[in-house]
C-alpha cells in the first residue's frame, strides 16, 4: 500500500454546498439567507466591538472581573465580635434571641458568627452558629463555655 492508494472510507467526506450560484441549484438567488435585512448581507455576523448600542463587550469586561461568581445558596453570617458582649453579666448565656433583643444583629434571621476582637474578662454560655478559634481560646481562657449550635 503507497499513500495514494489511502481513501477516506465511503461517505466520511462530504462536498460543501456551493451556494449562490444559479438557480439549478436549489441554493440560489438569495442562497438560504431570506430576502433583505442585516442577516442576508454579507459580514452579517459582525465582531466583538459593535453591539449596536449596547456597551460593547470589551468595554463591560472591566466590571465584570471584580465581581467573580457569586454562589446562589451563599450564607450570610451577623457577626458579632467579644467585645460587643461586655454588657452581658458574669455566668449569662449568649444565643441569638438575646443578641436580637439587644439589637446587636444586622437581621436575626441570619445565623450567628462570633469574632475575636477584643478581650472578654467574665465566664459566658455562649451557643452560636459559628465561632473563630480565637474568640472560643479567650471565653474558655475566662472559664466560658462555647456550644456550636445547628
Do not use: C
Amino acid at each position: 500500500m503507497k499513500l495514494h492508494d489511502l481513501m477516506p472510507n465511503e461517505g466520511a467526506r462530504k462536498e460543501r454546498k456551493r451556494k449562490g450560484q444559479g438557480i439549478s441549484a436549489g441554493q440560489g438567488k438569495t442562497a438560504g439567507r431570506g430576502t433583505k435585512g442585516q442577516a442576508s448581507r454579507t459580514g452579517e455576523g459582525g465582531h466583538l466591538y459593535r453591539q449596536g448600542g449596547n456597551l460593547p463587550f470589551y468595554r463591560h469586561l472591566p466590571f465584570i472581573r471584580g465581581e467573580g461568581f457569586t454562589p446562589p445558596n451563599r450564607v450570610k453570617f451577623n457577626e458579632i465580635n467579644l467585645d460587643q458582649l461586655d454588657a452581658f453579666a458574669a455566668d449569662s448565656e449568649v444565643t441569638p434571641a438575646v443578641l436580637a433583643e439587644k439589637n446587636l444583629l444586622h437581621n436575626p434571621a441570619w445565623p450567628v458568627a462570633l469574632l475575636g476582637r477584643g478581650e472578654i474578662a467574665v465566664a459566658l454560655t455562649v451557643r452560636v452558629q459559628r465561632i473563630t478559634k480565637s474568640a472560643r481560646a479567650k471565653i474558655e481562657a475566662a472559664g466560658g463555655k462555647v456550644e456550636i449550635i445547628a
